[in-house]
Structure formats: structure tokens, C-alpha cells
């Protein structure tokens, strides 16, 4: 992902590949302990996590807890935590019974490089090694927040947040939605554990405030669905090859998007108004949200 619209665009840039080279080596730590009794099970885990994507919710948790004063060691738990998490969900998401799909980040879905089976236990094993990294790792933090950043987690990845736009998803296969319909899907699906990086950050930062966490979640919610959309857009006009997954899949399983609603200029354009709700959110922070201006430029400028 790369920052572009901006003098500092370069030094936006090397900072976020700093945090994407710091979560790839606490990632690889989280996943070290290794069980012979498991091993294929482990390696699966691995082969999911490890093998390379955006990281964009580790740099949420990252940018967010930054740029209110949180040092980085107390961000890498939450950060390692919804990147596990994500990869669980995309590995479930790739299965014959979800969206069927080959190929996800250059390399053959987990199902496909081990097996069905497998791939399920690694799915719920990573969703397990999450929660299990955020209430061990999360250092410096009093017991009280460690709860409050665990029901965050949580309430963004049930029936409220990802597992229910899943949910809906799978239901609108073949059919047509409203746009709001489509809205609340992709709020779920997607936005609802972007929102939750950016809040761990802000927690893990001391930012506790009422109309702080509000103005924060705005800002995850719309940079959420902001990305979303243009996830939807990059379906149509991306390549498979640049986007390390099946360009067309969405068209190939009926499935409802913007472009397919609204097509591609007014997706384009809603795009771009999310993006710039978002970044009105955090009018009250001044010059100390900078960064997360930035990353939401780059969340809808990006090719992949």
C-alpha cells in the first residue's frame, strides 16, 4: 500500500513499511511454538499468516495507537491480534463452502495447499491464537483494558461484525440488495474489525474520552467501508496477478458490489466520500492524527 497526494508521501511510506517489517517479525513470533503432534495443523496456520498481504489492520492499530502517544510495544498484541484474526477469515472465506476461491495472495488458498479439513482447524485455531495473544501479550496495559480491547475484538468479529455480514453475504448470492442493504453487509463484513484496529490502537494510547472513542470509530467505520468499496472496484478492474487473488470473483458468483449496484464511476465517487467522512472524524485530534489522514488517502488510491 503506498501513500500518494501528499508532501510527505515518502516519509509516510517508510514509516508504514517500518510497522508492516515490526508486525511480520511479531507475527512470526506469536506463531513460533510448535507441537509435533500437530505439525500439518501448525503448518497451515503458518502458510496463512505468513505469507505476505497489506497488513492494513496491524498499521491501523499501529497508526492509531501512535500518533496518541502509545509506545510501540503495547501495540504489537493488538496488532498481531487482528491480523490473525483477518487471516482466519480469509481462510474460512476461501472455502469450497464460502466463496470457493483458488488463489489468495499470490499463492494456492489454504485449502488448497494442505486440505478442507485443515483449513477449518487452522481458520479456528488462528481466531483462538488472537484472543489468546491480546489477553497474554498486551504488556503495560492494566487488567480492565485488557477486557474492554477483548470485548471489542470479539463483538467485531460475531454476529454483530464479520461472521454476520458473512452471513448476509452468502444470502444475497444471486439476488440484488439495496444499497443500504449493501451498506450494513460490508459495515459488518469488513469495516466492523478495521473500526476495532483503529479503536485497539487508540485504547492501547490512553484515549478513553467518550467523544474521542466516538470520533475514532467514525473514522474506522467510514475508512472501513471506504475500503471496502474500493475492494469491489479493484474486482473489476484489477488483475489477478497484481492482486494476488481471482480478479472477477465477485461477477463470477453473483454476488452483490457497488460497481454491479451503482456502477464504476459512482462507486468511485462513494468512495471517495467515505474516505473524506472519515477523515472529518478527526478534526478534534489537529495535526496529531496526520497519519491516519494519510493511510486513509492511500486505503482508496491503492492498485491492490
Keep these: 500500500m503506498s501513500a500518494v497526494g501528499s508532501a510527505g508521501a515518502g516519509a509516510f511510506a ?89 488463489l489468495r495472495r499470490g499463492r494456492p488458498s489454504c485449502h488448497r495447499a494442505f486440505d478442507e479439513g485443515t483449513a477449518v482447524l487452522a481458520g479456528d485455531a488462528l481466531q483462538a491464537r488472537a484472543f489468546a495473544v491480546l489477553a497474554e501479550h498486551s504488556h503495560g496495559l492494566p487488567d480492565g483494558l485488557r477486557v474492554e480491547m477483548l470485548t471489542i475484538l470479539a463483538r467485531a468479529i460475531g454476529t454483530e461484525g464479520m461472521a454476520g455480514g458473512q452471513a448476509i453475504d452468502l444470502q444475497a448470492v444471486g439476488h440484488e440488495l439495496t444499497e443500504p442493504a449493501l451498506e450494513m453487509m460490508h459495515r459488518r463484513k469488513t469495516g466492523a474489525l478495521i473500526q476495532a484496529s483503529v479503536e485497539l490502537g487508540a485504547i492501547a494510547a490512553g484515549r478513553r474520552s467518550a467523544a474521542e472513542r466516538a470520533a475514532l470509530a467514525t473514522y474506522g467505520a467510514e475508512v472501513g467501508l471506504a475500503f471496502q468499496i474500493q475492494d469491489d472496484i479493484l474486482d473489476v478492474t484489477g488483475e489477478t496477478a497484481i492482486l494476488g487473488k481471482r480478479a472477477g470473483a465477485d461477477a463470477a458468483l453473483v454476488k452483490p458490489t457497488y460497481p454491479s449496484l451503482l456502477g464504476l464511476e459512482r462507486a468511485r465517487e462513494l468512495a471517495r466520500t467515505h474516505r473524506d467522512r472519515a477523515v472529518a472524524a478527526l478534526g478534534p485530534f489537529g495535526e496529531a492524527a496526520g497519519a491516519l489522514r494519510e493511510l486513509a488517502d492511500a486505503m482508496i488510491e491503492r492498485a491492490h
Design 14 to 102: 517508510r514509516r508504514l513499511e517500518s510497522y508492516q517489517q515490526r508486525i511480520e517479525l511479531v507475527l512470526e513470533r506469536m506463531l513460533q511454538a510448535e507441537d509435533p503432534a500437530v505439525g500439518r495443523l501448525h503448518a497451515a496456520m503458518r502458510y496463512s499468516v505468513l505469507g505476505g498481504g497489506k497488513r492494513l489492520r496491524p498499521l491501523l492499530v499501529y497508526i492509531s495507537g501512535a500518533c496518541f502517544g502509545a509506545p510501540l510495544e503495547r501495540l504489537d498484541a493488538p496488532a498481531a491480534a487482528v491480523e490473525l484474526i483477518h487471516a482466519y477469515s480469509l481462510i474460512h472465506d476461501d472455502l469450497p463452502a464460502m466463496d470457493d476461491d483458488d
